[in-house]
């Protein structure tokens, strides 16, 4: 069991912790057996990441396995930590070919180690070639953090989307408006021209929304009214019956309200 105390951690120890289980249920001590489950179990859950493969472990050695395969060590990977797992993605992938959440886990990592330094450096490279010295823009899609008419603040990640966490600042080319809301998917386009890495952001310039986030064709709103809508953002002009006009973030939202009779493509005048 000293082998799963030690720095860095021995995983043999795994082995000769499921055959001490094995050992204390054969001798029908199943309170000893659940002390030792329950403290390698916490171990290996931290070694691997997950208990994927525990219960099979456990199982092999109940059945008669006298000693630890050879490449048994080998057999449980370790949980690489996020420096690590930076290091590997450029190993093992074209830098140009990730994506832009991997971009942001080796940019993010670039001060922890010299070799963390040199795999970011490559992946900056890479950005800059993708965008041809400036010359070429990239398309991100993105949720909207916060907004005004010549930035809007956003997240990039999975992760972070949750989370309403900025990993994205997007300068405007022209000012924006209507702006979109808070929680909207939209798409942006634009020129990644710097980063910071620790919180980790990119810093997007020369940028506009992608055309799948511009405004739709108008038109009059049908029955049924739609009783759900995405946040995507496309605005619309909602003319109500009484003539008066209001900005929706998209067709749909504008058709859902009972009082528009028609949308058209854009922001009001």
């Keep these: 069991m000293a082998q799963l ?25 199943e309170a000893a057996a ?10 290996y859950r931290v070694y691997r990441g997950s208990e994927e493969g525990w219960k099979e472990l456990i199982a092999r050695v109940a059945a008669g396995e ?37 971009w942001a886990l080796v940019l993010r990592h670039r001060d922890a180690t010299p070799a963390n330094k040199a795999a970011a450096d490559k992946v900056w490279q890479a950005i800059a070639a993708r965008q041809q010295g400036g010359g070429a823009r990239l398309k991100i899609p993105v949720k ?11 997240a990039i990640t999975d992760e972070n989307k949750a989370a309403n966490v ?53 038109g009059p709103c049908a029955d049924p009214r739609p009783q759900m809508c995405t946040r995507d953002y496309r605005p619309a002009c909602g003319v109500h ?16 309200d009972p009082e528009v009779v028609k949308q058209d493509a854009g922001a009001c005048p």
Excluded: H
């Excluded at 057999?75 to 074209?94: K, Q």
């Excluded at 020369?206 to 511009?214: D, F």
């Design 34 to 43: 659940a002390d030792i489950d329950r403290y390698a179990r916490s171990r």
């Design 144 to 154: 909207v953090i916060s907004a005004t008419p010549d930035r809007i603040e956003a």
């Design 66 to 102: 006298r000693a630890p395969p050879e490449s048994f060590a080998k057999s449980i990977p370790r949980l690489l930590t996020p420096p690590e797992a930076a290091l590997v993605l450029v190993e093992e992938n074209d830098p140009a070919k990730l994506s832009f959440a991997d």
């Design 5 to 29: 105390e030690g720095t860095p951690l021995d995983p043999l120890g795994f082995w000769y912790a499921a055959r001490s289980i094995a050992l204390a249920r054969a001798a029908r001590n």
């Design 241 to 256: 019956r009484d003539g008066s006009r209001k900005t929706y973030g998209n067709a749909c939202s504008a058709c859902a």
């Design 166 to 218: 900025v990993d994205l600042v997007v300068l405007m080319a022209r000012p924006l408006s209507p702006l979109p809301a808070v929680g909207a998917a939209i798409a942006v386009v634009g020129t990644l021209s710097d980063y910071r890495a620790q919180p980790f952001t990119f810093l997007m310039t020369r940028s506009e929304l992608a055309p799948e986030s511009l405004p739709v064709a108008g």
